[in-house]
Nanobody
Framework: VQLVESGGGLVQPGGSLRLSCAASGFTFGSYAMGWFRQAPGKEREFVAAIRRTGATTRYTDSVKGRFTISRDNAKYTVSLQMNSLKPEDTAVYYC?????????????????WGQGTQVTVSS
């Protein structure tokens, strides 16, 4: 099983980034997918998740209206479009897979994790 994130980097406040996660080694369409983030000295926190079919999404309040999660079950990918980025969005972002039909927001619920990609928002 592999989850490989890409697309992180340094961006100015107000800018945009698109994170991608390429999955392999499991039946992608059977898993809900999520994005979490962890800032230095803080616990890993839920950012966004999407159900198996992509019909339902969920976001943490601080990113609603700015971030959009999407998935392509044919390509085994999940993406996170991040707009209007703020310095407080700075963190390592992780892609995760959860073998469930619902959306869960707690990290221990997820079965597989990527290695993470750094996002830094700074002028």
């Amino acid at each position: 099983v592999q989850l490989v994130e890409s697309g992180g980097g340094l961006v100015q406040p107000g800018g945009s980034l698109r994170l991608s996660c390429a999955a392999s080694g499991f039946t992608f369409g059977s898993y809900a997918m999520g994005w979490f983030r962890q800032a230095p000295g803080k616990e890993r926190e839920f950012v966004a998740a999407i159900r198996r079919t992509g019909a339902t999404t969920r976001y943490t309040d601080s990113v609603k209206g700015r971030f959009t999660i999407s998935r392509d079950n044919a390509k085994y990918t999940v993406s996170l479009q991040m707009n209007s980025l703020k310095p407080e969005d700075t963190a390592v972002y992780y892609c995760a897979a959860d073998n469930t039909i619902i959306i869960r927001t707690t990290a221990p619920s997820y079965d597989y994790w990527g290695q993470g990609t750094q996002v830094t928002v700074s002028s």
